[in-house]
């Protein structure tokens, strides 16, 4: 599987966008994805994971992002999207999706170690 992200840019306080991850290889539909980021000189923290359960998807969100950010996934696609709203600063950071074909707790997808398959990283940048 591969993971390509992208969607991110130089956005000002309060703005919107939405990233994206396109997944070739396989089709990730019943895959847990997840979103991580990393702002310089700090590690990577998890931001939302969605994962296959019982017929429907079931999703989390960090503490910092809830409320703020929506995670989704368009299966014709195979496509996973992480909508970003009321940016801040702190947002500021590399974006990376992530996916594994197990079937995890949903708490154990706030831990990178959990994911196979990464991308490569879309950078958003949050400055007036």
């Known amino acids: 599987v591969q993971l390509q992200a992208s969607g991110g840019g130089l956005v000002q306080p309060g703005d919107s966008l939405r990233l994206s991850c396109a997944a070739s290889?396989?089709?990730?539909?019943?895959?847990?994805m997840g979103w991580f980021r990393q702002a310089p000189g700090k590690e990577r923290e998890f931001v939302a994971a969605?994962?296959?359960?019982?017929?429907?998807?079931?999703?989390s969100y960090a503490n910092s992002v809830k409320g703020r950010f929506t995670i989704s996934r368009d299966k014709a696609k195979n496509t996973v999207y992480l909508q970003m709203n009321s940016l801040n600063p702190e947002d500021a950071a590399v974006y990376y999706c992530?996916?594994?074909?197990?079937?995890?707790?949903?708490?154990?997808?706030?831990?990178?170690?959990?994911?196979?398959?990464w991308g490569q990283g879309t950078q958003v940048t949050v400055s007036s």
């Open positions: 992530a996916a594994t074909p197990t079937y995890p707790i949903m708490s154990q997808l706030w831990l990178d170690a959990q994911y196979e398959y």
């Open positions: 290889g396989r089709t990730v539909s019943r895959f847990a």
């Open positions: 969605i994962r296959w359960s019982g017929g429907s998807s079931s999703t």
